[in-house]
């Protein structure tokens, strides 16, 4: 196959954004050299960013516009997710424009405002305004209060003003219900853009074409031939250098609410009466708030979680989480989640859906399985029903994107002989696509105002109020509970009696 660069991948159904301003609070830290600056480049490398455009990078303490530049180009360089051309990078680079400001200094945002819009007319942009908030969370709050007290974020006379948060929204329901009263009293929800870089990947997006676009899938999507849903995010990392972050989050808080439920809610929810956003996100909102609510001894006896200890993956050692670097000593908070859940409406209603996710596992994997129910095995009698392979659609999202269908057929022979086999999608082999960061079509989405892949507030609302009653009961349980598994491993014992106790068990990688 010709080799195609990204000059030369055709984008005619896609528009240029408006002109438009790209503020980004934060342009000195880790989110914005590793993952912001390397997406813009590969937008304007294919050719997806306005024609008048800036990047304004807004740090406490104010840096040359040569200084930043110089930063984010080596942050380019180390993070690309190719070789970095020279001439795209400059042409990027060269629109970024350096500016102080700090929510704890109010007059800094009034300096702000002035000169972003001096900037703003030098190069005849316009007032179209995308703030990106590339912030620990602390600042989310003080910064929106800023920006609306200037008025930076009022749109009138047709202009656009949208603002981008990261995740953690939220540290629990009541954390999240207090941000989103906070930001809606300033914006409206339609000006809001809760960022998942999860529902940036291609294979996530296409769970809704797969189900909603293929007449084979959607009538036996339901409690009549789906037995359980799986679905797993596996990391061989352990927590490294955030022991400060991770010790006061966990897996479930970091996780799940987010990554895990946008899986979930694509899988479950019901069809939207048309694809737009409006639709598509009332139907997430929905299925999440259908999530069955657990007491206290449900949700201990529903739930695994586990911490790990010291062990190898790989080439690389790894110690125990309590030994890691800014880990409180005794620490129980947990480096492994499973949670068995249900969704009480009509379509579900009987399927349990099996989560999982940690750290220091012994292989990298992100999916979604699909289990049907088995088919009677009465015609086949002489096959021992263990031989007889399980019915699963998976769709994996790392490390290789792509779909499997398993089930079972009948091994050449003059005998009825059955094994199983599998049909396998890979969008490599049938795409050509340029290695990209994840953040591209959602940064795209939000300069072109389509939040259809951003979290609502009720949405966001919905799963803090799934994952509370764990909380709570883990926090009156302490260390009881808390199940150790070696790095490497597959995780603690307990996860695996979570789906043994029904019958089932984790669906074993191929």
Same mark, same amino acid.
């Given at each position: ?69 110089? #930063? ?40 702000? %405002? ?7 007319? &030098? ?20 910064? #929106? ?55 940036? %990947? ?62 979930? &809610? ?17 139907? %997430? ?7 069955? &609510? ?78 049907? %129910? ?6 086949? #009698? ?76 009720? #949405? ?51």
């Amino acid at each position: 196959m010709t080799d195609v660069s990204l000059q030369q991948i055709p984008r005619t159904n896609q528009k240029k954004p408006d002109p438009c301003s790209f503020v980004i609070f934060g342009v000195t830290g880790d989110l914005t050299h590793r993952l912001v600056i390397p997406s813009l480049y590969n937008l304007e490398a294919t050719g997806l960013l306005p024609n008048k455009f800036c990047v304004v990078g807004v740090a406490r303490k104010r840096m040359s516009n040569d200084d930043l530049r110089n #930063s984010l180009m080596k942050g380019l360089r180390q993070f690309a997710t190719q070789p970095v051309e020279e001439t795209v990078a400059r042409r990027l680079l060269e629109c970024v424009t350096s500016i102080e400001a700090d929510p704890e200094d109010s007059a800094s945002f009034d300096t702000m %405002k002035n000169e972003l819009e001096t900037l703003e007319t &030098s190069r005849s942009i316009g007032g179209n305004r995308l703030f990106y908030l590339a912030t620990p969370p602390v600042a989310f709050a003080p910064i #929106s209060r800023e920006l609306g007290r200037t008025g930076l974020l009022k749109e009138a006379n047709g202009a656009w003003r949208r603002l981008v948060v990261e995740k953690p929204f939220g540290t629990d329901l009541v954390s999240a219900k207090a941000l989103n009263s906070e930001l809606l009293k300033i914006l409206d929800e339609h000006q809001i853009y809760r960022i998942d870089h999860y529902l940036g %990947k291609e294979t996530v997006q296409n769970i809704l074409v797969l189900r909603f676009a293929n007449g084979m899938f959607e009538p036996i999507w339901n409690r009549n031939h789906i037995d359980h849903v799986q679905i797993t995010v596996a990391e061989k990392l352990g927590v490294g250098h955030r022991g400060s972050f991770y010790d006061a989050t966990g897996a479930l808080r970091d996780m799940v609410p987010n990554h895990l439920f946008q899986l979930l &809610s694509l899988v479950a929810m019901e069809p939207p009466i048309r694809f737009d956003a409006h639709s598509v996100r009332s139907e %997430k909102a929905d299925v999440l708030a259908a999530i069955q &609510s657990q007491s206290e001894a449900d949700a201990l006896r529903n739930s695994v979680r586990g911490q790990y200890l010291g062990g190898k993956i790989d080439d690389t050692t790894i110690g125990d989480y309590t030994k890691t670097e800014d880990v409180r000593p005794g620490s129980t908070t947990e480096t492994y989640v499973a949670l068995k859940l249900t969704i009480d409406n009509w379509r579900w209603a009987g399927v349990p859906f099996y989560l999982r996710t940690g750290k220091a596992l012994g292989a990298k994997r992100t999916e979604v399985a699909i289990k049907f %129910k088995q088919a009677p095995f009465a015609m086949f #009698s002489c096959t021992p029903v263990d031989r007889l392979s399980q019915n699963y659609l998976v769709i994996s999202i790392e490390p290789t994107e792509g779909i499997t269908l398993q089930f079972n057929t009948k091994v050449p022979g003059p005998v009825i002989s059955i094994d199983g086999v599998e049909m396998k999608f890979r969008y490599k082999d049938y795409f050509k696509a340029e290695p990209a960061t994840g953040y591209e079509t959602l940064i795209y989405d939000c300069m072109i105002g389509d939040n259809i892949l951003f979290q609502r507030a009720d #949405s966001v609302e919905a799963g803090w109020q799934a994952v509370q009653p764990f909380l709570d009961a883990w926090k009156k349980a302490g260390a009881k509970g808390l199940e150790p598994y070696k790095a490497g491993s597959e995780g603690p014992v307990g996860a695996d009696e979570l789906l043994k106790r029904d019958g089932r068990s984790w669906r074993k990688p191929g």
